[in-house]
Each structure stands twice: as C-alpha cells, then as structure tokens.
C-alpha cells in the first residue's frame, strides 16, 4: 500500500465512500504524495509520452499557425501566448522557436504558463531560459487582453465524476473498501441534473463522464478570446461526446490498476469535446469542427516539413524521424486517437487548418 493509500483508506473508513473525481483529484495533485506534485511523467524514464517530446514538428506547426492567426487579426500588441499543462514546457519552446522570425510577434507577446506542479515548473524554467515567462495557477489569472493559446493533453488530467444509468437515475462511481483494500463501487440511483441533456441519447446501463473543472477553464479562454481577439487550439485524446468507461491509469508506458498504487499511476480519461464546445460557445466564441490530430497535421503541411528535416538525416537518425511522422499522423497511431478544436472570435478567424 502506498502512502495516499493508507490515508485515503482511513479517510474512506471513518468517513465513507468517495466520489471517482475525489479519489483522481487527491491521486494526481495531494500536496505531498500527488502524481503531479512529486514527479516529472513524462519520457521514457516516465509513464507517458506526449506529442511534442515525439517530434519537434508538432510545436513548430501549431506555433506557426497561431501565428498566421495572430497577423490574420492584424497582429495586436500587446498580446498572450500561453499554454495550460506545458508538460516540460518542449511545446511552448518550439512554438517560440519556429516563430522568432514573425515580424514584431515576440516583441508583442507575454508569454504565461498555467501549471500547478512544482516539478514541471522547474522542467520548464529550465527549458525556456532564454525567455520571458510568467507562470500562474490557473486559467483565471491570464492577463485581460487578446490571446492565443495551445492546450495538449490537459483536459484528460482533470478529476472526472462517473456515471452509470439506472433505471430509477444515474448511480456514481465512487471508491469504497473490501476489507482493507480500495474497491470501486456505484452510489444509489438518482436524478442528475448535469445529465439531464443526456437521457434522450442513453440507455440503462450506459456510462457518462463529466469534468466539472473542463467548462469553466474553456469559459476562462473563450471569454478572452471573444472579447479581445485571439484563437485557442486543444488537442487531447476522446470524442465528441462521453460515452462508456474510459478512467485508466498509466505507469510506465503500460495500463494498470487505477486502484493498485495510488499517487504513483498518471489517471486520465477521455476528453468529451462537445462539452468543451458547448463552454466556448456559451461565452461567445466561435468552435470548429472536431477533426484527428492527423487531419490537422497534415492541414499545416507536416509531410512537407518532414520531407524538409529528412534531407539532413540518415542511419538511425532518420529512422527515428519517419517513426515520429507515423507516430503522430497513423491512424494506428496518435493520427485518429487525437482529436482537436479551435476557438477563435468568429467562424471567419479560425486558425489555419481549422477554416474549413
């Protein structure tokens, strides 16, 4: 048993059983035996491996789209360009990298970071030395003015509630005790009203996720960029809406038991996209079509930059380039798994690979 094992367990025992979302927010972010709050995940000496630690050419086509954005709307100073969950901060330094040249961009730009683990801080400070950033908490601390910003892989961080439809209501997932061993289990039935819009497309039996920390951060980011100008691009793994048990954990590139270790597992789910959405456009903005990491990719033109980059490898190097291209833009890879949104004032000033 773990640390946050034993203090959950006694915490369940003396109190009851708790909710999915309580048992992922205190795995992921406890204070002092949080997964987040402990370690670096990411790479091969971690437990996952993120789009832009592949390959540079994902943060350099993002950034450089954002940047056509940011000129398409007549190049506002001063502006933000931020990221929420910057893993190691490898994204936000090839977005900077591959934009240096854009006229007056940099000089123009605060760059922010929204991250709460201590340890990715530090990744990241030492990432982008050579910049200036200012790191803040949460969404709601973003500066009031035009912004462009790039969200990979955060949303399926966020604690999630679990729900199985019943023919009396939904019952939650929650996390109880078998004899001294952590066990999930399902509350008693009843209405829920978040989950009103979903009983004409459900059935009993059928299991629903919400993030109820997803709306409010989109609103955050959509409200800005409504009022003053800017584009958003998140790309994450799920669909356009939730449907069916996706809670996993992950420890060294490989599925375990989300109960087995916790505080020492990364526990994720799919991304619901139409809630994401249904945020933005509440708060004004305008939200493309959902369409794959792939799609996009190669909207932006990854196959002539890989082309470009091939010309100066051989040997090993560039096999190791021809697995990254397939490993973001395979079908049998990261190319359908992911899927991605933009956000933009209006359906006119949607980012490049998202103006369909």
């Not at 203090?7 to 979302?21: C, D, Q, V, Y």
């Not at 792939?294 to 697995?323: F, Y």
Request: charge should be negative; charged fraction near 20%; glycine fraction near 8%.
């Amino acid at each position: 048993m773990t640390p946050l094992a034993d203090i959950l367990a006694r915490r369940i025992a003396k109190t009851g059983p708790i909710s999915l979302m309580e048992f992922m927010a205190e795995c992921l972010l406890h204070p002092e035996h949080g997964y987040y709050t402990t370690r670096d995940p990411l790479g091969a000496a971690g437990d996952f491996t993120t789009a832009p630690e592949i390959s540079q050419m994902f943060g350099e086509l993002l950034g450089l789209a954002l940047a056509q954005s940011w000129m398409d709307q007549g190049s506002p100073a001063p502006f933000t360009l931020a990221e929420i969950g910057p893993g190691r901060g490898t994204l936000m330094a090839d977005v900077l990298r591959a934009t240096k040249a854009v006229p007056n961009m940099h000089a123009a730009m605060q760059v922010h970071l929204v991250e709460a683990s201590p340890t990715l801080k530090a990744a990241q400070r030492d990432k982008l030395a050579d910049y200036d950033v200012t790191w803040i908490d949460e969404a709601s601390a973003l500066p009031d003015q035009p912004l462009w910003l790039l969200a990979n892989e955060f949303f399926d961080a966020l604690p999630i509630r679990q729900f199985t439809r019943d023919a009396h209501g939904w019952r939650e997932t929650q996390v109880a005790l078998e004899g001294e061993a952590l066990a999930f289990g399902l509350s008693n039935p009843a209405p829920i009203a978040a989950l009103d819009h979903r009983l004409a497309n459900t059935k009993v039996g059928d299991v629903v996720e919400l993030c109820p920390a997803a709306a409010p951060i989109t609103d955050e980011i959509a409200r800005r960029i409504a009022n003053k100008g800017g584009a958003a691009i998140i790309v994450d793994y799920g669909d356009w809406r939730s449907l069916g048990d996706t809670f996993q954990a992950l420890e060294a590139h490989k599925m375990v038991d989300p109960l087995a270790r916790p505080g020492q597992a990364d526990l994720t789910a799919h991304v619901d996209f139409e809630a994401l959405a249904r945020a933005a456009t509440t708060a004004g903005a305008s939200v493309s079509k959902m369409m794959t990491q792939g799609e996009v990719l190669a909207r932006l033109g990854i196959g002539a930059r890989a082309q470009t980059l091939a010309q100066n490898l051989d040997g090993e190097a560039l096999e190791t380039h021809i697995k990254a291209f397939e490993r973001l833009t395979s079908d049998a890879e990261m190319g359908t798994l992911f899927k991605t949104i933009a956000i933009a004032p209006t359906p006119s000033r949607l980012p490049p690979g998202f103006d369909t």
